[in-house]
Each structure stands twice: as structure tokens, then as C-alpha cells.
Nanobody, 118 residues
Framework: QVQLVESGGGLVQAGGSLRLSCAAS????????IGWFRQAPGKEREFVAA???????YYTDSVKGRFTISRDNAKNTVYLQMNSLKPEDTAAYYC????????????WGQGTQVTVSS
């Protein structure tokens, strides 16, 4: 398994940008699919974006065109560039890893808070 640490959250005005980072330990990081999830107060955790070992990317509809997920395997890091932020993007953001698509995400970070003011 890999250990994950998120960073980059903060307070930003609507329309602004933030870049989240998910730093991983483990020699086989490049083989993992890394996903970003978020959870707002009183709501269930939801999928935001994911990037496979192949580089294929996936987004939930509400962030398409605004968020970009990328990875730098040399740095064992996955990024989530978030542009045109909206108040409804406010949530705790978590990254998670899984080795196979048939498996659940088994490794999770501690989360980083994103707050978007109107």
C-alpha cells in the first residue's frame, strides 16, 4: 500500500483557483490509480476525479472543464488544479489510491480543507 498526504487547501474567493497536491510514499506509486474525493458538512463523500496509471482521467460532471487532475510519477505526486471555484466546491478534499479497478480505494490521506467564499 501507499501512504498519502494532501496539501494545498485554503480559503479562496469564488472564481479563484487552488492546486491540491497528493504526495505518496511507495515504490510502486506509478502503478496505482489515484482519486480525489470531497465531503462537505452534512453530505456524503463524493468522487471528484481520478487518474489511472496509464494517464486516463475521469471527472464528475460538476467539475469538468474547471478541474484538472495530473500526476508526476517522478515526484510520487498527483495534483488537482481547481479553477473557477464555486462556493459549492467547499469541502474537505481527500486523495485515495487503489491498485486495481476491481478493488476499492484502500489508502486514504487525512484530507485538506477547501473553502470558497461568495
Amino acid at each position: 500500500q501507499v501512504q498519502l498526504v494532501e496539501s494545498g487547501g485554503g480559503l479562496v474567493q469564488a472564481g479563484g483557483s487552488l492546486r491540491l497536491s497528493c504526495a505518496a510514499s511507495g515504490r510502486t506509486f506509478s502503478s496505482y490509480t489515484i482519486g480525489w474525493f470531497r465531503q462537505a458538512p452534512g453530505k456524503e463523500r463524493e468522487f471528484v476525479a481520478a487518474i489511472r496509471w496509464s494517464g486516463s482521467v475521469y471527472y464528475t460532471d460538476s467539475v469538468k472543464g474547471r478541474f484538472t487532475i495530473s500526476r508526476d510519477n517522478a515526484k510520487n505526486t498527483v495534483y488537482l488544479q481547481m479553477n473557477s471555484l464555486k462556493p459549492e466546491d467547499t469541502a474537505a478534499y481527500y486523495c485515495a489510491a487503489r491498485y486495481r479497478d476491481s478493488e476499492p480505494y484502500g489508502s486514504w490521506g487525512q484530507g485538506t480543507q477547501v473553502t470558497v467564499s461568495s
